[in-house]
Structures are given as structure tokens and as C-alpha cells.
Nanobody
Framework: QVQLVESGGGLVQAGGSLRLSCAAS????????MGWFRQAPGKEREFVAA????????FYADSVKGRFTISRDNAKNTVHLQMNSLKPEDTAVYYC??????????????????WGQGTQVTVSS
């Protein structure tokens, strides 16, 4: 069982940056693949980025490639999403997700077993 808690969301102007964090409970964090998803009002939850259990492999949605960076610190049971050059279309609730797996990448919602409560990111134009 893993519990995930996101933080770091907020309001930022277009072109600005935010860094999201996800803190995970449990003693086997380094066996979990992690991902970030987002859901805008009226839209389905979509994949943003994924990182393998070791942190050695990363994968991004085309819409955020080159602007967002996913990272993890297995010693601190945390995963981060650095978001630069933010656009109004990045506005959404951002969710952290986990699955105990060494398979990579995991890009579908159904591939993840655990979810955080989400953190709101709003980008103003």
C-alpha cells in the first residue's frame, strides 16, 4: 500500500515555472514506477510524464516535452515535476500515480494502482 500526497501547485503567469512534489509513504518506494497525470475541466485525465523505479528512464507526453522534467529521490520517497515555460493550456489538476513495477513506460491511467489527491495548477495568460 502506498499513499501519495502532492504539493506545489498554484497560480502562475504564462512563461513561468512551478515545481510539483509528490511524497510517498512506504519502505519500497524504489520498486515503484511513478507518473504524473493531469485533468483539465471537462476533459479526461491525461498522461504527462513517467519515471522508472530507478529513475534511469523518463518518458513525456509530446505536449510537455522540452518544458517539463520528471525526477525522483528514492532516499526521500519523493518524485518531482519541474514545469517551465508554462502555458494557459497547462492549467489542470495534476495527479501523482504509482505502480509497483519495473516495467517502463507506464502511460495509461489503468496501469497505475495508487493516486494522490491532486494539486491545482493555474496558468494565466
Amino acid at each position: 500500500q502506498v499513499q501519495l500526497v502532492e504539493s506545489g501547485g498554484g497560480l502562475v503567469q504564462a512563461g513561468g515555472s512551478l515545481r510539483l512534489s509528490c511524497a510517498a509513504s512506504g519502505r519500497t518506494f524504489d520498486s515503484y514506477a511513478m507518473g504524473w497525470f493531469r485533468q483539465a475541466p471537462g476533459k479526461e485525465r491525461e498522461f504527462v510524464a513517467a519515471i522508472s523505479s530507478s529513475g534511469g528512464n523518463k518518458f513525456y507526453a509530446d505536449s510537455v516535452k522540452g518544458r517539463f522534467t520528471i525526477s525522483r529521490d528514492n532516499a526521500k520517497n519523493t518524485v518531482h515535476l519541474q514545469m517551465n515555460s508554462l502555458k494557459p493550456e497547462d492549467t489542470a489538476v495534476y495527479y501523482c500515480a504509482a505502480r509497483r513495477s519495473y516495467y517502463f513506460p507506464l502511460v495509461r491511467r489503468t496501469e497505475y494502482d495508487y493516486w494522490g489527491q491532486g494539486t491545482q495548477v493555474t496558468v494565466s495568460s
